[in-house]
Structure formats: C-alpha cells, structure tokens
C-alpha cells in the first residue's frame, strides 16, 4: 500500500527558505517522487521530479529554477523539496505524489497517490 506524507510548510517573509519532507512507504525501488504545487485559485501544477533509484531529477516550472532544488535519502524513503529566496507567487499548497509508471512527469494525472499537502505562505 503506497501511501505519501508532507511536511515542512508554513509562512515565511519573502527572501526565506523553507524545506519540505514527503516520507513514503510502499513506493517501489525504481519509482518515482514530485512535487506538484497548488496556488490559490489556480490548477496543481507539477514542480520537480526524482527517480528513488539513480536519484535523477526533472524541473517542470521555470519560476523555481535556481531556487528549489528536489533530492531524496534513498534509503530513509524520504524526498525534500527545498526551497530558497522565496517569492509572495510560490505561495501555494504543495504536494508530493506518486505513480505506478516509472517515469517522472509533469502532468498531475499521470500520478495516482497524493499526499495531504502542506501549505506554503510567503509573505511580502
């Protein structure tokens, strides 16, 4: 049973850092973990990808290049997203999610497993 936990939100002036944990079980060696974000009012958008295995690493947004970087502990099954020099527009919720395929992807419907979402606040 693959199941997804996110953590790590909260509110923070803009300029700050803040690091998000997904902590997974279930999800196969050779699978994948992303970040999708949600902005208030807007459709979920996909962030970054990584591969559990060889840990390789997708950007799907432009807006985040440079500031948000995605990384795992394989072994902890635990993913990150970090996120620097944050701006008011990255406020959003933010998701980590999964796929039966084994492949990273940028479209949320590729993914069937959600994690609850944790919020992301940036005041300026």
């Known amino acids: 049973q693959v199941q997804l936990r996110g953590s790590g939100g909260g509110l923070v002036p803009a300029g700050g850092s803040l690091r998000l944990s997904c902590a997974s079980s279930g999800v196969p060696v050779d699978g994948v973990i992303a970040w999708f974000g949600q902005p208030p009012g807007k459709e979920r958008g996909g962030v970054s990808c990584?591969?559990?295995?060889?840990?390789?690493?997708?950007g799907y947004l432009d807006s985040v290049k440079g500031r948000f970087t995605i990384s795992r502990e394989r072994y902890r099954n635990m993913v990150y997203l970090q996120m620097n020099s944050l701006k008011p527009e990255d406020t959003a919720v933010y998701y980590c999610?999964?796929?039966?395929?084994?492949?990273?992807?940028?479209?949320?419907?590729?993914?069937?497993?959600w994690g609850q979402g944790t919020q992301v606040t940036v005041s300026s």
């Open positions: 999610t999964t796929t039966v395929k084994y492949y990273c992807s940028g479209l949320s419907y590729e993914y069937e497993f």
């Open positions: 990584i591969t559990k295995s060889d840990g390789d690493t997708y």
